[in-house]
């Protein structure tokens, strides 16, 4: 398979390629040959965590993956279960498809009758990229902050005052808004 590895803010060794590698080689595994035209992957460091990004073109299909964590390497982990899961899933549609246009022209147009002209989506076809945050405990004002920088809508995190899990939300006037999270 061929991939780009790039960091940002981190030195990319030669151990890290190689870790790289052996944790992409199952996706590999579950692919055709020919079926990855392209794919990056990106390791960058941000104030706490390390962020992989890894965008993955398969024939016009594209899967992005985005890990954030203390750890390279169990982002690096993350990120891989997170993209074999996503090839799997294209794939299985993929073989679905297949097989539906393998049929013959009687059965298909039995078949088209009995069911509704249209198949809702479930949530999980509209999941286009999954990222795995760690809860990070700060105050209201600091996850304000936080998220102006990040130009976010919303922030998850676990506040410092109270220890319950808060979310904060920027609503249409410019004001915020607090949920406060219990169980």
């Known amino acids: 398979m061929e991939y780009r590895v790039i960091g940002r803010g981190v ?26 035209t392209s794919m990056e992957i990106r390791i960058e460091k941000d104030a706490e965590n390390y962020v992989l990004k890894v965008v993955m073109n398969l024939r016009g ?11 390279m390497y169990a982002a690096i982990d993350f990120a891989s279960d997170a993209l074999e899961k996503q090839v799997k899933k294209l794939r299985d549609k993929s073989r679905a498809r297949h097989k539906a246009g393998v049929k013959g022209l009687a059965q298909a147009m039995a078949e088209k009758m009995e069911k509704p002209e249209y198949e809702p989506e479930t949530p999980e076809d509209k999941i286009t990229s999954v990222k ?52």
């Open 11 to 36: 030195q990319i060794s030669d151990a890290i390629k190689n870790y790289v590698e052996r944790r992409f080689e199952k996706i590999e595994r579950v692919l055709n040959d020919g079926d990855i």
């Open 61 to 71: 299909d594209i899967l992005t993956v985005e890990e954030r964590n203390t750890d």
């Open 132 to 183: 795995r945050v760690p809860l990070t405990l700060m105050n209201v004002e600091e996850a304000v902050l936080q998220m102006d920088v990040m130009n976010h809508n919303f922030m998850v995190f676990k506040n410092a005052e109270t220890g319950e899990v808060n979310v904060i939300y920027k609503k249409k006037e410019g004001e915020y808004g607090l949920l406060e999270l219990f169980e």
